[in-house]
Nanobody
Framework: QVQLVESGGGLVQAGGSLRLSCAASGRTFSSYAVGWFRQAPGKDRTFVAGISRSGGSTIYADPVKGRFTISRDNAKNTVYLQMNSLKPEDTAVYYC?????????????????????WGQGTQVTVSS
């Protein structure tokens, strides 16, 4: 089992940058694929980015391609989401999620139901 804690959210002007962190407990973090999701007020939770447990494979939702970068440091049990060129429509609560991925170190996942563990979320607000 793993516990996830997000940090790094805040208020930023359009065009600015933020880096979110997802810190995980446990000594087997390298066994988990991780994803970032977001939920804007009144909207469904949507996929943002995912990374394999090895860090060798990543996937992005179309709205963030070229602007966001997901990465991980397994030695620090942390996954990052670097967000550049932020837009007001990026405003949401951002969640990280994790699931075990033992058979394929390069597998990544983009559906919320594929993830077993979730953090509490961090608010990102982009002003125009």
């Amino acid at each position: 089992q793993v516990q996830l804690v997000e940090s790094g959210g805040g208020l930023v002007q359009a065009g600015g940058s933020l880096r979110l962190s997802c810190a995980a407990s446990g000594r087997t973090f390298s066994s988990y694929a991780v994803g970032w999701f977001r939920q804007a007020p009144g909207k469904d939770r949507t996929f943002v980015a995912g990374i394999s447990r090895s860090g060798g494979s990543t996937i992005y939702a179309d709205p963030v391609k070229g602007r966001f970068t997901i990465s991980r440091d397994n030695a620090k049990n942390t996954v990052y989401l670097q967000m550049n060129s932020l837009k007001p429509e990026d405003t949401a609560v951002y969640y990280c999620a994790a699931r075990t991925s033992s058979s394929n170190s390069d597998a990544y996942y983009s559906k919320a139901y594929e993830y077993a563990y979730w953090g509490q979320g961090t608010q990102v607000t982009v002003s125009s």
